[in-house]
């Protein structure tokens, strides 16, 4: 009823006449004011009018409608009033032969409705939006208005046919009339009223002339609305799809493709109406050249929109091992227009980028580059989701045939297609329509050790490519501004956080990246390669920066992800920018960082006691995902009794105490359960992690460390197991900053605990 409240505010400014095009004979204003609820609660756009099928849904349609009014004019007190409506509601069997023609009538007056509010709610010389392009892009309701105008433009062209049909009419009864007055005596009496009939037909003649030309102009100006938001919806379906591309880095991406399927649907409705009433005025007045042409102009943006109109609403994988089983799902927005009868069969095939690009061209691949199993489909409809799609669920590309690479280009740097087609008829149209798509591009493996240099050639062409570009070009170099939010994006995407990298992890990437370590370097116009990014091994390294940045991004979502999305781990941090933030803080202040040497490994660094009572700065040997598999970050941080405060200053028991695992409960066949324990070792010149069985008592308060030698040797525990015992690379290990020696006294407690553990070692 919003509607409703909002137009009648409007009705006295409204002239008599937009009132009685508003609201016709056959559906007076007493209908919309007393059933407002209700008009308003129905479907009626989702009805297809041309559909004989749904005459008996618009049918019940009536007889509710007929219903309410008698029911309202029998509540009524107002004698006039329910007078009234009783006879209203005994007209309004008159759709009951045509129960669609209601539909349109209401329809139409709620379309008119909505445009009424918009033109009145603009302000003079207000201008649509451009963005991009020129093209007016995601507005749903500015595409709404846009499409209203266009079907208000159709229905003033069928008012206009209508009274030409009705001057044509009279002027064919005046003219039978005139003929015995025709040579009469001018002393006749009569003369005068011959006068008057000829008269009378001369006017109905120019009303006729003028009106016909009122009907070629307005149809000529549908023609023109007509393409011009045709042009937006296909320029709509193109944003969608780039927008599912850049979604593979983690960009929001709106994936309901119900509100373009309406688009097309009426977009096709009122192109056949533009047709038939074309073909009508071609009787009225002649086939001429003008004509003709509009009328090559309409099946041009027919065929157009039937063409455009097949959309792949699941993508492939974008990396794609031989003998794997993959699906996708194709999406027809014209799916409820298509012929019913002959089943609607999709073919899939691989075609490679060249192949793609000829596409363009209207060139259609006839080499068959590759083996494709289950790629054929059948385009159903489902009522529920109003969707009609081919699934191809079982798809898998037996072998590949590859092109002849220029270089050192390898086989994860080609990219492939999948290109779907198939051959439609769509109702009220004569001829089949041979249609096709293709989908994003995809890298084609053999063996899972290829999936991370595939991936990478995927995240650079998603990221960086741009809209309407020649299949599958992309820059060579793209600025280091647009590089990092890529991979900011591609975290939060992979990691499932809202939490991205800041400027101080982004600016350490760029010093990577680039292999500068000035830390004052602005580095946003500076460009990257694609060498830079995955071709090119990181100086001293044996891997990429992509292969190392993708390790990063596994290990966080796999062990680390609560950690990273509260802020406690720090994440990239240069050498530099390390020392800086950890020179001035006392003795045990530590930070989470990912590792430099090692793919997927996080390291501790902290600030740590030097031999001469000076200060140093100790990185811990990486953790990776299988050591954080055995026993939890938050476990090995509160082993660890070198470490004791989080950067900037909290007490690294308050901030991981959540992330402490809880001592088991004895086993029930006897055996004394046991934890793994975390123990730095503090030799000089060594910071390595290692971590050691060790028993639990039933009352874990009293569990038991037994050492393998005095104070001043290694602190390990009997029978050790070590996980991570290599030493750490030289660039987890920065060299130590000495600062002004500290006094360094033995807390008492520390001996003390120390002779009980003796003196208890001693009894056993």
């Known amino acids: 009823m919003a509607l409703w409240m909002q137009i009648s505010q409007q009705l006295p400014n409204l002239s008599n006449q937009t009132l009685m095009e508003l609201y016709p004979d056959s559906f007076p204003i007493d ?53 009234k409506l009783q006879h209203i509601s005994r007209n309004m069997s ?52 846009d499409l209203d105008t266009l079907v208000l433009k159709v229905l003033d062209i069928q008012s206009c046919r209508q009274q030409i049909h009705q001057l044509q009419e009279e002027l064919n009864w005046e003219k039978q009339e005139a003929e015995p007055m025709q040579g009469q005596n001018d002393l006749d009496p009569k003369h005068a009223d011959q006068v008057t009939k000829q008269t009378r037909i001369a006017q109905l003649e120019y009303k006729y002339q003028e009106c016909a030309k009122k009907r070629v102009q307005l149809l000529q100006e549908a023609m023109c609305s007509l393409e011009q938001c045709q042009t937006r919806l296909i320029h709509r379906i193109k944003s969608w799809r780039w927008e599912q591309l850049r979604s593979t880095i983690g960009l929001a991406f709106d994936d309901n493709l119900l509100p373009l399927q309406t688009w097309c649907e009426q977009l096709l409705g009122v192109n ?35 063409h455009s109109s097949l959309v792949v609403e699941k993508q492939p994988p974008q990396v794609i091992k031989t003998q794997s089983k993959f699906s996708s799902t194709v999406r027809y927005l014209l799916g409820e227009k298509v012929a019913p009868g002959k089943p609607v069969l999709l073919k899939a095939q691989i075609i490679t980028e060249t192949q793609a690009r000829n596409l363009g061209q209207g060139v259609i691949p006839t080499e068959n580059v590759g083996e494709l199993i289950n790629s054929t ?102 600025p280091w501004s647009q590089m990092s939010e890529a991979l900011s994006s ?106 430099d040497s ?50 900037p200053d909290m007490p690294k028991n308050e901030v991981f105490k959540k992330y402490f695992t809880v001592p088991s409960a004895p086993n029930p066949d006897g055996y ?12 000089p010149g060594s910071a390595t992690a290692s971590i050691t069985p060790q028993p639990v008592s039933l009352d874990p308060i009293y569990s038991i460390q037994t050492p393998t030698s005095l104070p001043g040797g290694p602190a390990a525990f009997a029978q050790p197991y070590p996980v991570n015992a290599s030493m750490p690379s030289q660039d987890d290990l920065y060299p130590p900053m000495l600062y002004p020696a500290e006094s360094m006294r033995p807390d008492p407690q520390d001996h003390m605990e120390l002779e009980d553990f003796l003196s208890t070692l001693n009894k056993l």
Not at 418 to 436: A, D, K, M, N, R
Not at 672 to 683: A, G, N, Q, R, S
Request: charged residues 25%; neutral net charge.
């Open 31 to 83: 209908v919309r004011h007393y059933l407002a609820n209700w008009i308003e609660e129905q479907r009626w756009e989702d009805f297809d009018t041309d559909s004989l099928e749904q005459e008996p849904q618009a049918r019940r349609l009536l007889e509710q409608m007929v219903e309410l009014l008698q029911e309202v004019a029998f509540h009524n007190p107002n004698v006039v009033e329910k007078v």
């Open 94 to 145: 008159t759709f009951q032969t045509q129960p669609l023609q209601l539909v349109r009538t209401v329809r139409d007056i709620l379309r008119r409705e909505r445009l009424l509010l918009r033109q009145a709610a603009m302000p003079p010389f207000t201008q649509m939006p451009t963005p991009i392009n020129g093209t007016t892009l995601t507005s749903r309701e500015v595409n709404t208005s």
């Open 272 to 306: 056949g109406n533009l047709r038939q009433e074309l073909m009508l005025v071609k009787r009225d007045h002649g086939s001429v050249e003008q004509f003709h042409l509009l009328e090559e102009n309409l099946s041009h943006l027919l065929q157009l929109l039937i």
């Open 377 to 478: 489909a059948i385009l159903e409809h489902n009522t529920a989701s109003k969707s009609t799609c081919a699934t191809f669920r079982n798809m898998s590309i037996r072998k590949i045939k590859r092109a002849d690479r220029k270089g050192s280009e390898s086989v994860t740097e080609e990219k492939f297609a999948l290109l779907f087609t198939t051959e439609i008829v769509i109702t009220g149209c004569e001829s089949p329509y041979c249609v096709q798509t293709i989908s994003l591009p995809v890298v084609i493996i053999v063996h899972g050790s290829q999936e991370n240099n595939a991936m990478a050639t995927v995240i650079w062409d998603c990221a960086f490519s741009e809209p309407n570009r020649i299949p599958f070009v992309v820059p060579e170099r793209v």
């Open 490 to 595: 591609k975290f939060m995407s992979e990691v499932q956080t809202s939490r991205g990298l800041d400027r101080y992890n982004l600016h350490c990437l760029a010093q990577k990246i680039f292999d500068k370590l000035e830390i004052s370097e602005d580095f946003n116009k500076m460009p990257v390669s694609w060498a830079q990014f995955n071709k090119e091994v990181l100086p001293g390294r044996t891997f990429t920066f992509w292969q190392w940045f993708e390790g990063v991004i596994d290990l966080t979502k796999k062990c680390l992800k609560a950690y990273w999305t509260e802020g406690l781990i720090f994440g990239f941090i240069g050498k530099q920018h390390l020392h800086v933030i950890l020179q001035n803080k006392p003795n045990g202040t530590f930070l989470l960082r990912f590792s």
């Open 598 to 647: 090692e793919i997927g490994g996080i390291t501790i660094a902290y600030v740590d006691v030097c031999e001469n009572g000076g200060r140093k700065i100790q990185n811990i040997q990486p953790f990776t995902k299988k050591d954080l598999d055995s026993a939890g970050l938050g476990d090995r941080i509160r082993d660890i009794k070198c470490i004791k405060y989080v950067y």
């Open 672 to 683: 004394l359960p046991f934890k793994l324990t975390t123990v730095v070792d503090p030799e």
